[in-house]
């Protein structure tokens, strides 16, 4: 029930069709998918809510692609959200819930925006889709594409870890590791799309992708609604980790959306987490300026992004909420990864967990109060990135086979 497409920074409308930016505004042009809301919300009611799949196709009113388009069969989205007390006295919060994105078929949230890639690919006829990632845009998009039989083509910087590449291979995809940034990924890939007629999944630009990652605000706003042992209400704040500003930006239209189809009344304050090292998007929130591009240096590679496209979008929704937006350190996004899940049983990677690293700090400074109640969303899963993960968990003890060792290390380790 797509309307128009409309750029958001002049306000130029487009029919729905094979865009990328806006023709007038170039790169910086983002589009944003509009719907006839009316028409949806006649459709989308609780009642139909409770009949339909657990998947993001419940949405499907609120999604840019026709039934009639072959879908990814693995199960993506409806993920679980856990109350977790123990992890909410630790960072000093009165409630805390974690939405478990790290439980998508490829690992990570990206699997909601590859979701509506792939349909978009088909849509629009094209037999190869492409992206630039970090990792895992292009582990996910390869699983997509996997699911529907798309070829894919997946442009990697030379740091991203060997986990995310081996999903690649395992799923069929070409990959090329190119010698350099990010951002020379980034525009190589760009490239090739036009040379070969790949379509480009690049996250920042498209204007179908987010509209896959809002369904995780709208998750979260049914849950919410339809879950009394949830608390019967929407949390104060949702907190989640930015790279190039599209999952923040998604995660909050897709609450706003709900509230708009009349299913909720209030809506949560948005805050957005970077890290130190590749902060940019921090930066321009505290002076109120455009974006500058900074470094790229962070152990959360999945939001090492120092020129985020897609930052104007994130910050509208977040000063919309009455949000704020936080960094962390690589030390404080670390303990995050080894508190989470021995306080409450989910295993993130780096970025995964850098939410809860910048939920911590904000009740630190003061930005977030300590009787609120607070969703974090925990974006990939731990295993992505083993190296990270052995870092901080420490080793093993070696043992002889004997019952006497093993009684004199449990001694020394445990409490008394
Ligand atoms: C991509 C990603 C993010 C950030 O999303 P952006 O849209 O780049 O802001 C956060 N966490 C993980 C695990 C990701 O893969």
């Keep these: 029930m797509i309307i128009e497409l409309v750029c958001i920074v002049c306000g130029r409308s487009y029919p729905p069709g094979d865009h990328q930016t806006c023709r007038i505004c170039g790169p910086t042009g983002i589009l944003d998918v509009r719907y006839d809301y009316d028409a949806v919300a006649l459709a989308l009611t609780f009642e139909e809510l409770a009949r339909r ?88 998009l390869a699983g997509m594409a996997a699911s529907v039989n798309l070829s894919a083509y997946i442009f990697v910087p030379e740091r991203a870890p060997e986990p995310k590449i081996a999903q690649l291979l395992m799923f069929g995809a070409t990959v090329f590791r190119v010698r350099g940034t990010y951002e020379q990924a980034f525009d190589l890939c760009r490239a090739a799309c036009e040379r070969f007629r790949w379509y480009n999944r690049n996250s920042g630009t498209n204007p179908f992708l987010v509209e896959g990652k809002k369904t995780a ?43 708009r189809l009349g299913l909720v009344r209030t809506l949560p304050r948005m805050l957005g987490v970077q890290a130190e090292g590749a902060s940019p998007i921090v930066k321009a929130f505290a002076t109120n300026s455009d974006v500058a591009p900074s470094g790229a240096d962070t152990v959360a590679d999945s939001i090492a992004v120092g020129t985020p496209r897609n930052w104007r979008r994130a910050l509208a929704w977040v000063r919309a909420s009455r949000g704020a937006m936080i960094a962390v350190s690589d030390e404080e996004i670390l303990e995050a990864m080894r508190i989470t899940p021995r306080l409450a049983a989910v295993f993130g990677e780096p970025a995964g967990v850098a939410g809860i690293a910048g939920l911590r700090a904000a009740v630190t400074s003061g930005l977030l109060p300590r009787d609120a109640s607070v969703l974090a969303v925990i974006t990939g899963n731990g295993l992505k990135d083993i190296r990270t993960a052995v870092q901080v968990a420490g080793t093993p003890h070696d043992v002889r086979p004997s019952l006497d060792a093993v009684e004199a290390i449990v001694q020394e380790s445990s409490p008394c």
Aim: hydrophobic share 40%.
């Design 53 to 140: 799949e657990r998947t993001i196709w419940r949405y499907r009113e609120l999604l840019p692609v026709p039934a009639r388009i072959l879908r990814p069969f693995v199960h993506v989205g409806w993920t679980p959200v856990y109350d977790v007390p123990r992890l909410a006295d630790a960072v000093g919060v009165r409630r805390l819930f974690l939405k478990d994105d790290g439980r998508n078929p490829t690992g990570s949230f990206k699997d909601r925006a590859s979701f509506v890639g792939v349909m978009k690919a088909l849509e629009f006829g094209y037999r190869a889709i492409a992206c630039a990632s970090t990792g895992n845009a292009a582990s996910s």
């Design 217 to 259: 605000g709208l998750e979260i706003a049914e849950q919410f609604a339809t879950d009394p042992s949830l608390g019967g209400a929407l949390p104060d704040w949702v907190v989640v980790s930015v790279g190039d500003g599209c999952t923040i930006g998604g995660i909050a239209k897709g609450l706003h959306e709900f509230k």
